[in-house]
């Protein structure tokens, strides 16, 4: 079986935020993870992914690929939420024991492989954000790759990129 290291990290910008990342169990021993952004912020925005992580976790152990669950996540806000509300999101499934990635990124901040040579490859492959359109209307697309040993994947949200220092200085 392979050997990966999982580790994450979310410092909220108020007590609490509509930021979210996960691991867990998908079809067949395959190891799931997902970072996601509500529009929005507070308490409103949290809601929203509590009930976008409520979702995730109950489709995730009968779902293979990363756009499956993509497209019940989109239906499930569509049904929820207002229309003005929505939610991107990278999401990843990972066969531990090939190092096969699916993925699907719906109109998330590009998650970045960085190799040993120092090559950096960005994973958009993907769709729109969920909670605005229908998959009749648009169609999510799922990219695949092999994570090599001497890899890191690394998945961000807009958190990242705007952040300042003490004196707004990006």
């Given at each position: 079986?392979?050997?990966?290291?999982?580790?994450?990290?979310?410092?909220?910008?108020?007590?609490?935020s509509?930021?979210?990342?996960?691991?867990?169990?998908?079809?067949?021993?395959?190891?799931?993870?997902?970072?996601a952004?509500?529009?929005?912020?507070?308490?409103?925005?949290?809601?929203?992914?509590?009930?976008f992580?409520?979702?995730?976790?109950?489709?995730?152990?009968?779902?293979?690929?990363?756009?499956?669950?993509v497209?019940?996540?989109?239906?499930?806000?569509?049904?929820?939420?207002?229309?003005?509300?929505?939610v991107?999101a990278?999401?990843?499934?990972?066969?531990?024991?090939?190092?096969?990635?699916?993925?699907?990124?719906?109109?998330?901040?590009?998650?970045?492989?960085?190799?040993?040579?120092g090559?950096?490859?960005r994973?958009?492959?993907?769709?729109?954000?969920?909670?605005?359109?229908?998959?009749?209307?648009?169609?999510?697309h799922?990219?695949?790759?092999?994570?090599q040993s001497?890899?890191?994947?690394?998945?961000?949200?807009?958190?990242?990129?705007?952040?300042?220092?003490?004196?707004d200085?990006y």
């Amino acid at each position: 079986s392979g050997n990966y290291r999982i580790a994450g990290a979310n410092f909220p910008s108020l007590e609490v935020s509509g930021d979210y990342y996960d691991f867990f169990p998908a079809m067949n021993r395959l190891v799931g993870f997902c970072i996601a952004d509500v529009a929005g912020k507070g308490m409103p925005a949290a809601l929203i992914m509590a009930g976008f992580r409520a979702t995730l976790r109950s489709v995730a152990p009968f779902s293979a690929s990363a756009r499956q669950m993509v497209l019940r996540l989109n239906q499930s806000l569509l049904d929820t939420v207002r229309p003005q509300d929505f939610v991107t999101a990278f999401i990843g499934v990972l066969n531990p024991d090939t190092g096969e990635l699916s993925y699907c990124n719906a109109g998330h901040n590009a998650p970045i492989i960085l190799s040993a040579n120092g090559e950096v490859r960005r994973l958009e492959v993907g769709g729109p954000v969920l909670g605005i359109l229908t998959d009749t209307d648009v169609e999510w697309h799922e990219g695949r790759l092999r994570l090599q040993s001497d890899e890191v994947l690394v998945c961000y949200t807009d958190g990242a990129t705007e952040a300042t220092n003490g004196v707004d200085e990006y």
